[in-house]
């Protein structure tokens, strides 16, 4: 194969280096993975867990999912602006999910800035959508990938402007590629042309 950013399975599926061969983040990569998404609940929820990935693997995150999800009630946006110093003390005391206080935190703070946002532009995937950039770099080696863009960066300083947390540059990229604001599936990858 003439990339290192692509992998090929048994099977012969190629695929993008990053999901080696564990079958969670290949259905992650396969399924999910780039593809646009414009549910406003889903796109909170990955801007959320992409800030709890700071500074740890999506994999990490990727397993503990299920438990953020059943520990932020789905991320339904107006429920967890709602949540108190209580909730914060119950979700410090759950294994199941990443404790760390300041992130926490920051989940609540960014839902009730979610509802200023989507009261403002009618939707957050509306919102996002302004940062979508007009041209993408094709990704063909994994020296292509980058950590962070113009656009990334923006959205990054707005959504500050605005009174979010852990939404750095970086993580705003991150975001924008696994919800498809960008097409990042490297050339020849099986699913870059399903999006």
């Given amino acids: 194969m003439p990339s290192d950013a692509l992998i090929q399975s048994e099977g012969g599926i190629v695929r993008c280096w990053w999901c080696g061969d564990d079958p969670e983040y290949v259905r992650y990569h396969d399924e999910e993975w ?6 406003d609940r ?31 009630r789905d991320f339904h946006i107006e429920s967890v602006a709602k949540f108190t110093t209580k909730d914060v003390t119950r979700l410090l005391e759950n294994a199941g999910i990443v404790r760390h206080r300041g992130k926490i935190e920051s989940v609540i703070n960014n839902a009730a800035r979610a509802i200023d946002l989507i009261e403002e532009h009618g939707s957050l995937s509306g919102y996002l959508r302004r940062f979508e950039p007009q041209r993408v770099p094709l990704i063909h080696i994994r ?11 923006l959205l990054s300083k ?27 599936h490297v050339v020849g990858c099986q699913f870059r042309g399903s999006i």
Wanted: charged fraction near 25%; proline fraction near 3%; glycine fraction near 10%.
């Fill in 34 to 39: 780039g593809k646009p998404v414009t549910d």
């Fill in 42 to 72: 889903r796109l909170f929820e990955k801007l959320c867990l992409e800030g709890f990935q700071a500074g740890l693997s999506w994999l990490t995150i990727l397993r503990k999912r299920e438990e953020f999800r059943n520990a932020f």
């Fill in 143 to 153: 020296g292509d990938v980058a950590a962070m863009t113009a656009e990334s960066t």
């Fill in 158 to 184: 707005d959504l500050k402007r605005r009174g979010w947390s852990f939404v750095g540059p970086t993580t705003c990229y991150a975001f924008m590629q696994s919800m498809g604001i960008v097409n990042d």
